[in-house]
């Protein structure tokens, strides 16, 4: 008679990661490239450690509160099913915590876009000992890391318990306030790990060929989402950009100040299938101020076009008026029989790439933290070189294809005028106004 085996910490975690799992430093840095398993690693030591120590609480924290549910909540989930002790474990999503039933420690799920609730944090048992930040490099200022730092986790902590800040992300741009915080000068505080698919014990075959033809097609983007080195900012075709949590609702009001009027919201679709993804982007553009918000996406493979118009639908722009891609006609004709009554197609023509490109320059970006995909396109999208390393007219051909959705949308700006609807316009001699007409205008 056999007996089923308990199955080995070591095969459920991993290699690649035992210095990042045994640090005690005050600061636990990882930044690494897609598919590298940084934040499933980090969710299981974050568990196990939890139940080690009694006393211990953790908080984990993002820019934005609502983006919890379909990543941290999600993987530290994963890591309590793999681990083998969901009975232990009890999960609620309102609020969104969990506690260990046991002890009644406690995992808590905080946003930088509430910083009072943010700084106020405190546990009912024990010490709120451990911080952990996922896609660190959304949070933009300095200033709101350091707000987070002083106040959690804060005070002394009993032996055996430590205090510890760890920060996940994807090294998008050597520019960012990470790097000069964490990795240009040695700090004993500090222990930083880089991490790469390679590390990745648990991919197949087909994850590999998507780095392989990256590194190909797209050696710059590989550096990063491969290899997890820094970003280099140097040949980017959209430089004025930046990540900033806002209300869509809210685009264009300030205090008192309501100047919606200012913008016209545009929405682009590019047609993928197998190994590029249907890319569709949501934006308010301003071309008064020369600004243009970033607010929704969609970027997903094997979308069928139903699949595209009811994504669209759930979103709530299925009355919007959308510009797709020209070269897609019968996608195009086939959404509008499925509901997106108002897709139109995209206008191509000589230099329309570079034209649109240079029209976009002229506006500063501002994209929301949810926009992932945008942040990872506009991070990499780089002019293309020849081989002696001279920078060419043109763009890199890959890893664009929110970029050209968004080049789609903008072409919706063409004739838009605002017009301050507080000012008001007088008529042209000899001409009619509505107010000439009893019981208002009906034509």
Same mark, same amino acid.
């Given at each position: 008679m056999t007996t089923s085996s308990k199955p080995r910490l070591s095969d459920i975690v991993g290699g690649g990661y035992g210095s990042f799992w045994h640090s005690r430093a005050r600061y636990r840095v990882l930044k690494g490239g897609k598919g590298s398993k940084k934040s499933t690693t980090t969710a299981l030591n974050l568990i196990l450690r939890l139940m080690q120590y009694p006393g211990s609480n953790l908080l984990v924290v993002r820019q934005v509160m609502d983006t919890h549910r379909s990543s941290t909540f999600a993987q530290l989930s994963?890591? +309590?099913?793999?681990?083998?002790?969901?009975?232990?474990?009890?999960?609620?999503?309102? $609020?969104?915590?969990?506690?260990?039933?046991?002890t009644g420690q406690k995992i808590l799920f905080r946003g930088f876009d509430d910083v009072l609730k943010l700084a106020s944090t405190t546990v009912d048992k024990g010490f709120l000992c451990w911080v952990w930040i996922e896609e660190a490099y959304e949070i933009e200022q300095e200033a709101d890391f350091e707000k987070? &730092?002083?106040?959690?986790?804060?005070?002394?902590? $009993?032996?055996?318990?430590?205090?510890?800040?760890?920060?996940?992300f994807n090294p998008w741009s050597e520019t960012h306030w990470l790097k000069a915080r964490f990795f240009d !000068?040695?700090?004993?505080?500090?222990?930083?790990?880089?991490?790469? #698919?390679?590390?990745?014990?648990?991919?197949?075959?087909? &994850?590999?060929?998507?780095f392989s033809r990256m590194e190909k097609e797209n050696p710059r983007r590989y550096q990063v989402a491969g290899l997890g080195n820094w970003g280099v900012a140097e040949?980017?075709?959209?430089? !004025?950009?930046?990540?900033?949590?806002? &209300?869509?609702?809210?685009?264009?009001?300030?205090?008192?100040?309501d100047e919606r009027w200012k913008y016209r919201h545009i929405f682009g679709l590019d047609y993928g299938y197998t190994n590029d993804p249907t890319a569709f982007v949501a934006a308010a553009a301003n071309p008064i101020?020369?600004?243009?918000?970033?607010? &929704?996406?969609? #970027?997903?493979?094997?979308?069928l076009n139903s699949n595209i118009a009811k994504r669209v639908m759930d979103k709530g722009y299925g009355k919007e008026r959308i510009i797709a891609d020209c070269a897609e006609p019968k996608s195009n004709e086939d959404l509008r029989r499925l509901g997106l009554s108002?897709?139109?197609?995209?206008?191509?023509?000589?230099?329309? +790439?570079?034209?649109?490109?240079?029209?976009?320059?002229?506006?500063?970006?501002?994209?929301?933290? !949810?926009?992932?995909?945008?942040?990872?396109?506009l991070s990499s999208y780089c002019w293309d070189k020849d081989k002696a390393g001279n920078t060419l007219n043109r763009p890199v051909d890959t890893s664009n294809h929110l970029?050209?959705?968004?080049?789609?949308?903008?072409?919706?700006?063409?004739?838009?005028?605002?017009?301050?609807?507080s000012i008001k316009r007088r008529t042209p001699r000899g001409m009619l106004s509505t107010e000439d007409f009893q019981g208002g205008w009906t034509g």
């Open positions: 994963w890591a +309590i099913g793999r681990l083998g002790v969901a009975s232990l474990w009890k999960r609620t999503v309102s $609020p969104m915590e969990m506690t260990y039933l046991p987070l &730092d002083l106040s959690v986790p804060r005070g002394q902590v $009993p032996e055996p318990l430590f205090k510890q800040t760890t920060l996940t !000068r040695p700090d004993d505080q500090v222990d930083t790990f880089t991490t790469t #698919y390679l590390d990745n014990e648990f991919l197949d075959d087909t &994850d590999r060929a998507v040949g980017l075709v959209y430089e !004025r950009w930046k990540v900033e949590n806002f &209300d869509p609702a809210c685009i264009g009001m300030t205090g008192d100040k101020d020369k600004r243009l918000y970033i607010y &929704d996406e969609i #970027y997903e493979t094997r979308l108002r897709v139109m197609p995209s206008a191509k023509g000589k230099d329309s +790439i570079l034209n649109g490109i240079a029209a976009l320059q002229d506006y500063e970006m501002i994209v929301h933290p !949810r926009c992932k995909n945008a942040i990872t396109e970029m050209d959705a968004l080049r789609y949308a903008f072409q919706d700006m063409k004739h838009f005028v605002p017009s301050d609807p």
